[in-house]
Structure formats: structure tokens, C-alpha cells
């Protein structure tokens, strides 16, 4: 049982476009944080969201966390080649673990 | 400072084979964490330790046990091998208040 779902889980656009992955959960989380992993990488962490309806932006990147922190969405303005990899999100659980989605494989053709 | 460190890098081995993953980190965080890595399955929790002396089984547990060496250490064994463990090992580690963790850049194994 995967308890947070990623969408789409393949993503390829042109360079300049605009995309949106979303991650779902029907399980409430303390916090949501956004990885991204390159190839032959460990994930990176991006940002983490704490507070219902939370916005935060990095640079191109728009991280908002849904009114009641089951959901969350990474929306990307005017994608480049170098937003290219693995993006994965990942709800906490107590203080210790985190649960992860499967992940959504973003490609941007230049 | 390296962060978070993995060894080996890759490894093949016969099932029914043991092995041990080794991982250390010099951030002085207090938690690590194992996990796997599945093709459309994100990255999957095997065994965590929230500090020194003390482990917990994650999600996906059977088939593997792992040592808190020291603050630094956290190892993983596979006692005998099966196809199905093939996959990316991670490991983690984290201070005890910040959620951020820190990854290692993985093991890649395959038993076949």
C-alpha cells in the first residue's frame, strides 16, 4: 500500500513549458518534504512544508501544502534541461520516519 | 567532510550468499536510516536507529538485520541473499530535531 501517491509518474516536456506533479495522501502528515535525486544519487532535499495551505517558492519552483496536509504540489515555471531528474515526495510520521511516493520522472527536452 | 558515506559501491552476489552495506556519517547526527530503492516504488524504509544502541524495523524489515556500530556507524547485513533484494541501498542519517535527511549515494546490488 503506497501512502502517498505521486502523479504522473513520467513527465516529459519541452524547455520553457510549465509542469505541475502533485503527491496525495488520505493520511494527514506533520510536515511534507520535496527530494530531488539525480542518477546514481542519493535524494536531495529541496524544501519541507509544515503548515496547512503553506506556499514556498525556490526560484522557478512553487512548493504549496495542502489546507488539511494530506496533499502537496511542485509547480515549475518555464522548465530548464537542468530541472531534469527524479522528484520525490515524502510525508513525515512522528519524529523519526518519513514515507515516501513513488516518485514522478521529470525529463525537459531542450 | 564527506556527509554520508557508502560502501561498497556495487556488488553481485549468488543467492543464499551473506554480505554486510557498510554506512558512516561525520555530521554527528543522533538517527540513520536504510533504505531500499524499487523501480516505481520511491525509496522504501528497512530499518532505522534514532540514536546510539537503540533499532527499529521500518516497512519492508525481512530478510535483513542491521548494527548501530557506534554514533557514526549504521550497517546492514543480508544474512542469505534471494533475487528479490536486488535493488538500490541508501542510506541516512539525521540530527534529532531537524526532519532534513541526509543521503548516501547508494549500493547497488544484485543477487542473482
Known amino acids: 500500500t503506497q501512502l502517498l501517491e505521486q502523479s504522473p509518474q513520467f513527465l516529459s516536456i519541452q524547455e520553457g513549458e510549465n509542469l505541475t506533479v502533485y503527491c496525495n495522501s488520505s493520511?494527514?502528515?506533520?510536515?511534507l518534504q520535496w527530494y530531488r535525486q539525480e542518477p546514481g544519487e542519493g535524494p536531495v532535499l529541496l524544501v519541507t512544508v509544515v503548515t496547512g495551505g503553506e506556499v514556498k517558492k525556490l526560484k522557478r519552483l512553487t512548493f504549496q501544502f495542502g489546507d488539511a496536509r494530506k496533499d502537496s504540489s511542485l509547480h515549475i515555471t518555464a522548465a530548464q534541461p537542468g530541472d531534469t531528474g527524479l522528484y520525490l515526495c515524502?510525508?513525515?510520521?512522528?519524529?523519526?520516519?518519513?514515507?515516501f511516493g513513488q516518485g514522478t520522472r521529470l525529463t525537459i527536452n531542450p | 567532510n564527506a556527509g554520508v558515506t557508502q560502501t561498497p559501491k556495487f556488488q553481485v552476489l549468488k543467492t543464499g550468499q551473506s554480505m554486510t552495506l557498510q554506512c558512516a556519517q561525520d555530521m554527528n547526527h543522533n538517527s540513520m536510516y536504510w533504505y531500499r530503492q524499487d523501480p516505481g516504488m520511491g525509496l522504501r524504509l528497512i530499518y532505522y536507529?534514532?540514536?546510539?544502541?537503540?533499532?527499529d524495523k521500518g516497512e519492508v524489515p525481512n530478510g535483513y538485520n542491521v548494527s548501530r556500530l557506534n554514533k557514526r556507524e549504521f550497517s546492514l547485513r543480508l544474512e542469505s541473499a534471494a533475487p528479490s533484494q536486488t535493488s538500490v541501498y541508501f542510506c541516512a542519517s539525521k540530527t534529532g530535531v531537524q526532519e532534513t535527511q541526509y543521503f548516501g549515494p547508494g549500493t547497488r546490488l544484485l543477487v542473482l
Open positions: 536507529s534514532a540514536s546510539e544502541g537503540t533499532t
Open positions: 493520511s494527514v502528515f506533520s510536515s
Open positions: 515524502a510525508g513525515a510520521r512522528g519524529a523519526q520516519k518519513l514515507v
